[in-house]
């Protein structure tokens, strides 16, 4: 068990350009999510897959924000014409159907100047 | 819709002595209780969850928090903290329902401060 990993773990870019973050997660669990969290908050959901199904998007994810899950195994979340108000961590967790606890990645931050 | 409120936003205390994480949450409908630790830089470990049974729950590092139905509460305890539990800590609920997706509402943190 080598838990969830996610690259990068920092990403720097200008307003306007694409990014894309992957997360891979531990490698027998189906459900996979992707959070956001700003500084001094609490993490907020913005998506949820099971297996390869995206099966709720929170209304935090806007239209220039698009997750996959290509076989039901690693994550990317895309955000194109980035805002300054992207800029947080995007945190990425994994767990089984039957158990209830999800286990974190070390996030990536990004930072939009 | 579920919420959590965490009542403080930091807590300083002397190292060894005891420290409670209080935790207030809000739903319509039952749920699961987790509290889960961030320390700097790095992503979230749970440190114990609430799913049913016995209301007082035991966690990681010595950790233990109890379940108030009535007052829908969950508050986290330890006894005698070491410097190293300086981070922060997330209440979070998730709804028990089977339809549910399992994805967790969290609580704005509060940041454990100890000193020497």
């Known amino acids: 068990d080598t838990g969830v990993s996610q690259n990068p773990r920092h990403k720097i870019t200008k307003r306007g350009q694409n990014v894309t973050f992957r997360c891979d997660p531990i490698s027998e669990h189906n459900r996979l999510y992707w959070y956001r969290q700003t500084l001094g908050q609490g993490p907020e959901f913005l998506t949820y897959f099971q297996n390869e199904a995206q099966l709720e998007k929170s209304r935090l994810l806007s239209d220039r924000f698009s997750a996959e899950r290509p076989k039901g195994s690693f994550s990317t979340l895309e955000i194109q014409r980035t805002e300054q108000g992207d800029s947080a961590m995007y945190l990425c967790?994994?767990?089984?159907?039957?158990?209830?606890?999800?286990?974190f990645g070390p996030g990536t931050r990004l930072t939009v100047t | 819709a579920q919420s959590v409120t965490q009542l403080d936003s930091q807590v300083p205390v002397f190292e060894e002595a005891p420290v409670e994480l209080r935790c207030n949450y809000s739903?319509?409908?039952?749920?699961?209780l987790f509290w889960y630790v961030q320390y700097p830089n790095q992503g979230l470990q749970l440190l114990l969850k609430y799913l049913s049974g016995s209301t007082l729950v035991k966690g990681i590092n010595g950790f233990e928090a109890e379940f108030n139905k009535s007052q829908t509460s969950f508050h986290l305890r330890k006894p005698s903290v070491h410097i190293s539990d300086t981070a922060e800590y997330f209440c979070?609920?998730?709804?028990?329902?089977?339809?549910?997706?399992?994805?967790?509402?969290f609580g704005q943190g509060t940041t454990l401060q100890v000193k020497p």
């Open positions: 739903s319509s409908v039952s749920v699961y």
């Open positions: 979070a609920v998730s709804d028990t329902r089977r339809s549910n997706t399992g994805k967790l509402i």
């Open positions: 967790a994994s767990s089984l159907a039957t158990l209830y606890e999800q286990y």
